[in-house]
């Protein structure tokens, strides 16, 4: 028996999320489905979070346990054969057995993407969201900054998340901007339900002068979903890095494309 930890990555529009659920095409699903056919074996994949319907990952890491003679390296080729094309195996290595995908992560980077033109691209619609009106950009850095750190993050959660502890670290809160649009992005030890969303949401009511950049610490000392901005939808989203070793400020490192 060996465990195998799997990288991969999904355009997540036509998936209702990571997790598996009766009678829905999920990512989870899909590889345990992969996985079986290749190795002849009821599999259980495990991810590192669970990104929900149309969320997108550049980096996903999974892990599972298999008894297959199939050689590890061996893993992304044959599931870049076998699985649909909207999910792409990039790397397989094997890990020790106490290894975790999800409990042995130390930080995540998420991406939010907006198309910022008056007509939307065409050709990036499943991959941002259009918000076709003129922002305040250093308003929301500077209410981007009042995020980092360690706080309850209460009010930016869906009132559905039942976890009791919602308090979370974020290591950085970035905003860049890119032909005809804006990227934010959020590195932490850990999201709650729509947490990024509502980040990304609440940033923009910032840029569009709703909310005052200094109003963001009231908002999260309320512990009320109520005072943050809207819930964005999930196109603009994108799991860019999952990591296992301390983060450190390395500012953005992938391309934005």
């Known amino acids: 028996m060996k465990k195998i930890k799997l990288v991969i990555a999904y355009d997540g529009t036509d998936f209702s999320g990571f997790q598996s659920q009766p009678g829905q095409r999920t990512i989870q699903g899909t590889l345990e489905e992969a996985l079986r056919k290749i190795t002849g074996e009821a599999v259980s994949v495990h991810g590192s979070g669970r990104t929900d319907a149309g969320v997108h990952a550049l980096h996903q890491v999974c892990h599972f346990t298999t008894s297959s003679p199939i050689p590890v390296e061996k893993y992304p080729y044959i599931l870049r054969r076998t699985l ?63 995020l980092v750190g360690t706080h309850d993050f209460t009010s930016f959660c869906s009132a559905k998340t039942e976890i009791q502890d919602k308090v979370r670290t974020i290591y950085q809160c970035r905003l860049e901007q890119e032909p005809g649009g804006l990227v934010i992005e959020v590195t932490g030890n850990g999201f709650l339900y729509n947490m990024v969303r509502i980040i990304a949401g609440t940033l923009v009511e910032v840029g569009k002068g709703r909310i005052r950049p200094e109003a963001i610490p009231g908002i999260i000392l309320a512990k009320d979903r109520q005072k943050a901005g809207p819930t964005f939808p999930p196109e603009g989203l994108v799991l860019v890095k999952v990591g296992y070793t301390p983060w450190k400020n390395s500012g953005f490192t992938a391309s934005f494309s």
């Open 84 to 146: 649909p094309r909207d999910v792409l195996a990039l790397s397989a290595e094997e890990a020790p057995m106490d290894f975790h995908a999800q409990k042995s992560a130390k930080w995540k980077t998420y991406r939010y993407r907006l198309d910022l033109r008056p007509i939307p691209d065409l050709f990036e619609r499943r991959f941002r969201t259009h918000v076709p009106v003129s922002l305040d950009v250093e308003k929301m850095r500077e209410a981007a900054g009042y």
